[in-house]
């Protein structure tokens, strides 16, 4: 009989357990996030979902990769998502084109350009005037690839007109299909393909355009300012999270960060993702803190200006709030 009451008791205390658990996950805010691409340029964000940062805030955020930044700002502005992670120019592109509801950047993730040169044959000495009468594999033209990338080519005294041959009408995910097939003496590459090209010998990286770009807000997380306003509450949490996940990238090694992304990146080798990771990290390219600050975004904007694709500089004040990331941050 004692026995049958310890099991009954042992029983009703798991079905606690577990009552608790499921109360606690149906009491916890739902958020909705779109990135505009899977990237390991975007580590402190999976940081943050593996570490459970989120959860501990009190938010279950659902991600979804939205490929391309007009499509990313479509579902926002049209409420399939709440918050978007994507380059800080698509809230200056919707705020030029005269949005009620303005998008505003309150979270930044990286910090620099997240590309890279990448040659077909390997140059022990390289300098950027050897890319003159060559052909180059660039980005698609309006995107913050591009734009820092013909920003870099002119800041060595290389017009992307007429001192090479400038190929930008192939679509982002066939970039590197192209150059493999032959196209190109040079291209211009995200990570992991970079460094994949580099070990199957198919290219060799020699210079970094988020180096030579500077520091621009490259990637934040925005929302409607609606948004900001009457869920604050949950922006604050989903900052502070993003803050947490930061330091943890600053503090760990590359070897630890990659064994935790490592799950968003099933078909990638996990030398490969720890190589890249310490790549980003030893540029600077993740961001330390949320704040989104005005310097970044004054860069961002002549950026943009010297490639022709800003009508009108957008003041500061207008589309980035850095209330919550302040607070993160202190």
Not at 51 to 64: H, R, T, Y
Not at 116 to 135: E, H, P
Not at 209 to 227: C, D, N, Q, R
């Amino acid at each position: 009989m004692r026995w049958l009451t310890k099991g009954l008791l042992l029983s009703v205390i798991a079905l606690l357990l577990l009552s608790l658990t499921a109360c606690n996950k149906a009491e916890l805010e739902q958020v909705k996030v779109g990135e505009v691409t899977r990237s390991i340029f975007y580590a402190p964000q999976y940081v943050a979902l593996e570490k459970g940062f989120f959860e501990e805030e009190g938010l279950s955020v659902e991600l979804q990769t939205i490929a391309g930044g007009d499509k990313t700002m479509t579902a926002l502005l049209s409420d399939g998502i709440d918050i978007a992670l994507v380059g800080s120019e698509t809230s200056i592109y919707v705020t030029l084109q005269g949005a009620n509801d303005p998008i505003q950047n309150f979270a930044q993730l990286t910090q620099t350009d997240g590309t890279f040169l990448v040659a077909r044959d390997k140059i022990d000495n390289f300098s950027w005037d050897q890319l003159k009468g060559s052909t180059f594999l660039g980005q698609r033209k309006g995107g913050m690839p591009q734009m820092a990338g013909e920003f870099v080519l002119k800041k060595h005294g290389i017009d992307p007109v007429n001192d090479l041959t400038l190929i930008q009408n192939i679509d982002f995910a066939n970039i590197a299909t192209a150059f493999a097939s032959g196209t190109g003496d040079y291209v211009q590459l995200f990570e992991p393909t970079a460094s994949v090209f580099e070990k199957e010998g198919k290219g060799y990286i020699i210079a970094s355009f988020g180096t030579e770009s500077g520091t621009l807000p490259y990637t934040s997380f925005m929302a409607k300012s609606s948004y900001l306003k009457e869920d604050a509450e949950t922006v604050q949490a989903f900052t502070n999270a993003l803050q947490r996940a930061q330091d943890f990238v600053q503090n760990e090694s590359s070897a630890e960060v990659a064994k935790i992304i490592q799950p968003y990146f099933e078909n990638v080798d996990l030398a490969i993702i720890e190589t890249v990771v310490e790549r980003y990290k030893a540029q600077g390219s993740y961001a330390t803190d949320p704040i989104l600050d005005e310097g970044e975004w004054d860069n961002l904007q002549t950026i943009m200006e010297e490639a022709g694709e800003l009508p009108q500089r957008v003041e500061y004040e207008k589309l980035v709030n850095t209330s919550f990331a302040e607070k993160a941050a202190e």
